[in-house]
């Protein structure tokens, strides 16, 4: 009797067991899918799936990456310099190393001209050889060479012809965009840290505080940022640096009022109190707890505070108050266009190159306010449902 009650309940205990286990591997994925689908993403996370959706938005990201990476490896592309040079048995870098025309053959000691047909013939020698960038300008190296006046239009050695100097082109845009967007890229953060920090005091101190902000901020800015600019760029010599302070201190001015706003609201919620029940201080609960719950403003501006902030570049550098030459400029092949309307390719390829990074940035713009917009959200996952 004991042996059959035993027997019964292993059998039992087996048949419970294979209700568990999955019979097959479809069962298994299923099992698999609906645990992921109780785990909640992070905040991160979820905007970035939404973020995704947006194709215009996602691929104009790509594209935009793509595009800064391959300026900031310019040397690589656009250089008059070659990336490898084999002489007398002997390699050479000249795109990391500055050598003397000595070195191969020549009499002056001198940095070596690499675009010399003396010294190109050289490198044709048996045994010898040089592996140049597709394009064998950079961007302040001068064409002598050119069988037309400057600026000559596009031809098989300028692929987008030369400006007002005999300059290439190609080069002066490549780089010009990686100045443009390096400029971009640090005048918003510059520009966002302060505005974060003023429009966090502002917000969460309030009273007499926000007050007296508020007041300083009118004043600040109603100052003539224009002439503030023709100022001191007849005072000192423009540079990237002196353009960068000079904007800064008015670039934050509109994103403070976004961040007072976000403060104001966020700091009567309960998490608020609760934190300052718990004895935190305040400057650690406006770090750790109301500036992540009020950076939604913020993010979504920043691209199009970076568009502004190029937009501002090339206007200076159109008026001759931005970067030095010969930096290389959009703004300064604008005016070279302006100046030589017969030359329609200068125009033509800056102003393609300028259209193109605002609307980028604008495309990423809409999709990163879409991703964080709740309500734009729902009616997404609602449209997904039916």
Do not use: C
């Not at 009273?207 to 109603?222: A, K, M, P, T, Y």
């Not at 403003?297 to 568009?307: K, N």
């Amino acid at each position: 009797m004991s042996g059959s009650i035993r027997e019964f309940s292993l059998n039992n205990w087996s048949a419970d067991l294979s209700r568990v286990r999955p019979r097959t591997e479809s069962d298994a994925q299923a099992r698999t899918e609906t645990a992921r689908a109780f785990v909640s993403p992070t905040p991160a996370r979820r905007v970035w799936l939404r973020f995704k959706q947006q194709r215009l938005g996602y691929w104009s990201l790509i594209i935009f990456v793509v595009a800064f990476a391959a300026s900031l490896a310019g040397p690589l592309w656009s250089n008059d310099k070659p990336l490898v040079v084999r002489y007398d048995g002997h390699l050479y870098f000249p795109i990391v190393k500055t050598y003397a025309e000595t070195t191969f053959g020549g009499d002056f000691p001198t940095p070596a001209d690499y675009l010399d047909p003396y010294v190109r013939h050289r490198f044709e020698a048996p045994g010898n050889f040089a592996i140049y960038p597709p394009n064998h300008y950079y961007y302040d190296t001068l064409n002598y060479f050119s069988n037309q006046p400057n600026p000559a239009p596009p031809s098989r050695e300028n692929w987008l012809g030369t400006d007002a100097q005999g300059r290439d082109l190609f080069a002066r845009l490549l780089y010009g965009f990686r100045v443009s967007v390096e400029f971009g890229l640090v005048l918003t953060f510059i520009g966002t840290v302060i505005g974060i920090l003023a429009g966090a005091v502002q917000g969460y101190f309030g009273g007499r505080i926000d007050i007296v902000g508020q007041r300083l901020i009118e004043i600040w800015s109603s100052l003539p940022e224009l002439y503030l600019l023709i100022i001191f760029a007849s005072i000192f010599e423009p540079s990237f640096l002196l353009l960068i302070v000079l904007l800064s201190l008015f670039g934050w001015i509109g994103l403070s009022d976004y961040v007072r706003a976000e403060f104001l609201r966020n700091r009567t919620q309960d998490y608020v109190r609760a934190a300052r029940a718990m004895g935190l201080s305040n400057w650690q609960i406006i770090w750790r707890h109301v500036l992540p719950n009020s950076l939604t403003p913020v993010i979504t501006f920043l691209p199009f505070r970076m568009s502004g902030s190029i937009l501002a570049l090339t206007s200076l550098d159109f008026l001759g108050l931005g970067v030095p030459p010969p930096t290389p400029s959009l703004g300064e092949l604008l005016a070279q266009g302006k100046a030589n309307l017969d030359a329609w390719w200068i125009s033509l390829s800056t102003f393609g190159v300028l259209v193109a990074t605002l609307l980028l940035l604008t495309f990423m713009g809409d999709a990163l306010r879409n991703a964080l917009d709740t309500r734009i959200a729902d009616a997404m996952r609602a449209g997904g449902n039916q």
